[in-house]
């Protein structure tokens, strides 16, 4: 019996919300522009410290009035404003979204007023070892759903009254990218028509912010937090805390143009893998993520010689760069621009993966990809090609974007799209 073919997938709409802009297009200019995202933040943790974090918050009317540490608020409003975005941007109509199916994640359960309420709210009494919650009558106690990361996923899925199924999944700062795999894979395999995908992020708060400095990761060795998260560079030493989220609408190519839809970027391949080094290290010789990238462009039939760019992790942590980008250079003999993103917005941690594939579709789309930011003495153990102007993305044939990431735990994910134009 032979394979069935298996259709091919479109993106035809594409939406984001982060600390540049409050959409996709107004965080493209922002960046182009050369603008980068941060500011200090001070965020008071469980034994009632006040803690410096560099951070980049989306604050806009959005979030206006909601405090940073307030995370489910923030995602649930970002989550719904970007969903509805990229619904409008491929001009559906509710008849025509109905079949949809909804893949959107979150690395993180959704951190509300009931932890402030309940953690920090409540001291624990002097020498205990311990943290002792109050009765739960005398605060808002959290629902179920507060407690999932697929709490992004129903709301969207509701709010947009589909009828395909919900997915939702979970892999750290790799979750947006696994995301938008598991809609394509949903597609491919001919389970449905469209699929709404994407993944949000709001991690200002005690719990997380604690986390990453104990782990010594975020970027607190340089004055200015927008010139903080430097990638490939000499004086990098971690990220900036980003926030965000990004929605993208996947459609088999039969359904668009049966709509008179046109896509603003065609998926080409796609695949994930693990890396089971550490936690927060990848192998220093990157060889699971060069496979990951080898069997996404097998999975394309694309050679890399026709790859224009590539969007790098780069999360500006010292190992994993140079991890990355011997990854990168093991499969590239002749290697490509590479950048990051994370020098602009932070690192958007869930969300990164959805916001970045974004930002790439934009990218093929217009034929222009920012360059690095941040970005003033390049280090040669990362290797070269880091540009700092932006990058002319050709058509014909060599004109392949490939998105990457990497997420603590190990969960890799490599996504190539090529321009929907010509």
Not at 133 to 153: K, V
Not at 183 to 208: C, H, M
Not at 211 to 227: N, P
Request: glycine letters at 10%.
């Amino acid at each position: 019996m032979s394979k069935p073919i298996r259709p091919e997938v479109w993106i035809t709409g594409a939406a984001a919300v982060t600390a540049l802009g409050d959409t996709l297009e107004s965080t493209c200019e922002a960046m182009f522009a050369g603008r980068t995202a941060g500011r200090w933040v001070d965020i008071v943790t469980s034994n009632g410290r006040s803690v410096r974090v560099p951070a980049a918050p989306v604050e806009n009317s959005l979030t206006a009035g909601m405090p940073l540490e307030s995370s489910c608020e923030r995602a649930d409003c970002m989550a719904l404003a970007v969903a509805h975005q990229a619904v409008a941007t491929a001009r559906l109509t509710r008849e025509q979204l109905a079949p949809a199916a909804v893949a959107f994640g979150s690395s993180k359960p959704s951190i509300g007023s009931w932890f402030l309420q309940a953690v920090l709210g409540h001291k624990p009494a002097e020498g205990s070892p311990k943290v002792v919650l109050p009765n739960p009558g005398s605060f808002e106690s959290p629902t179920w759903d507060m407690l999932t990361p697929q709490r992004a996923a129903v709301l969207v899925a509701d709010a947009l009254a589909v009828q395909g199924p919900i997915l939702s999944s979970v892999a750290a700062c790799s979750t947006g990218l696994h995301t938008f795999i598991r809609a394509v894979q949903w597609l491919r395999d001919g389970d449905g028509p469209i699929a709404i995908t994407g993944s949000v992020e709001s991690s200002l708060n005690p719990l997380f912010a604690s986390a990453f400095l104990q782990m010594r990761v975020l970027a607190v060795d340089h004055a200015e937090a927008a010139h903080g998260c430097r990638p490939f560079d000499r004086q990098r030493c971690g990220f900036v805390i980003g926030e965000g989220a990004a929605a993208l609408v996947l459609e088999t190519a039969e359904h668009a143009r049966a709509r008179g839809a046109w896509p603003l970027a065609i998926v080409a391949g796609y695949r994930m893998g693990a890396d089971p080094t550490g936690l927060a290290e990848l192998d220093a010789l990157g060889r699971p993520l060069a496979s990951a990238i080898r069997r996404c462009l097998a999975n394309a039939g694309v050679g890399p010689d026709e790859v224009a760019c590539i969007k790098a992790h780069g999360t500006a942590t010292v190992q994993n760069d140079v991890a990355e980008a011997a990854a990168i250079a093991s499969v590239f003999p002749q290697l490509p621009p590479v950048v990051s993103f994370k020098g602009y917005l932070g690192h958007t941690l869930g969300a990164s993966g959805a916001i970045e594939m974004a930002l790439c579709t934009q990218a093929v789309q217009c034929g222009m990809m920012p360059g690095n930011a941040n970005l003033t003495s390049p280090d040669p153990a990362c290797g070269g090609n880091h540009p700092t102007n932006p990058v002319a993305i050709p058509q014909g044939p060599a004109s392949h974007v490939l998105c990457l990431s990497a997420g603590f735990g190990g969960h890799l994910a490599a996504v190539l799209v090529r321009p929907g134009r010509g």
